[in-house]
């Protein structure tokens, strides 16, 4: 047990040390190139699981995937907003997991911090879960599904010498109010909705992951 915690501990530390030399991305392309993984076209994609992007499978998605996930993001609402579409983009993140999980192995992957599986093939951490959605979201812009939001590099917080525990997440800002906000799929296990807040308050908030 006392070898598995300093094994947790060695990877955290590891983990804090890489975030903070990357905390100088500007854009989604400076955080692919950093993580040496490959950025996502209009069909393909290359999943993050292991913690830390120690795997990385590539992914195709089949012409009926990608109109699945338009439908989704074209649903027809009594409200055409921003707040709207961030309800669809969680939907579409969600479906998104769903489909690629059984091919990379990550379908049962748990919400959260998993120590004792740290390093397993099926599970993902936040830069795993960070990197994926945003990837995910990426291809959402590229196929012009995207209509009130625009994909911003990745954000972190916390760096253990604050007295906070590091964390990735996925940004998106909303173009007509020119506010960022996370979509968060850590909390959750692989398939569920993400967190979806404003990026100020899941900077502060370190508790509440209730979706605004």
Not at 36 to 61: D, F, I, M, Q
Request: proline letters at 4%; glycine letters at 8%; hydrophobic letters at 35%.
């Amino acid at each position: 047990m006392a070898g598995l915690l300093r094994i947790g501990i060695c990877f955290l530390a590891l983990l804090a040390l890489a975030g903070c030399e990357s905390m100088n991305w500007k854009t989604p392309g400076d955080y692919f190139a950093h993580m040496r993984v490959s950025p996502p076209t209009e069909k393909k994609l290359s999943v993050c699981h292991g913690y830390g992007c120690k795997y990385r499978t590539a992914v195709t998605l089949s012409r009926k995937d990608l109109k699945d996930i338009g439908r989704v993001l074209k649903a027809k609402s009594k409200q055409d907003n921003a707040k709207a579409e961030r309800k669809r983009i969680a939907d579409a993140v969600a479906l998104i997991e769903r489909k690629v999980g059984p091919v990379v192995g990550s379908d049962k992957d748990l919400g959260q911090l998993q120590l004792k599986m740290a390093g397993h093939r099926g599970q993902q951490d936040c830069v795993d879960e960070a990197t994926n959605t945003t990837s995910y979201l990426l291809l959402m812009q590229e196929n012009g599904l995207l209509k009130h939001h625009k994909v911003k590099k990745p954000s972190g917080r916390g760096f253990f010498l604050d007295g906070r525990w590091q964390h990735f997440s996925a940004v998106v800002e909303d173009t007509d109010a020119h506010t960022d906000w996370v979509v968060d799929s850590w909390p959750r296990d692989n398939g569920k909705l993400p967190v979806v807040m404003p990026l100020k308050t899941w900077m502060s908030d370190y508790d509440n992951y209730a979706d605004s």
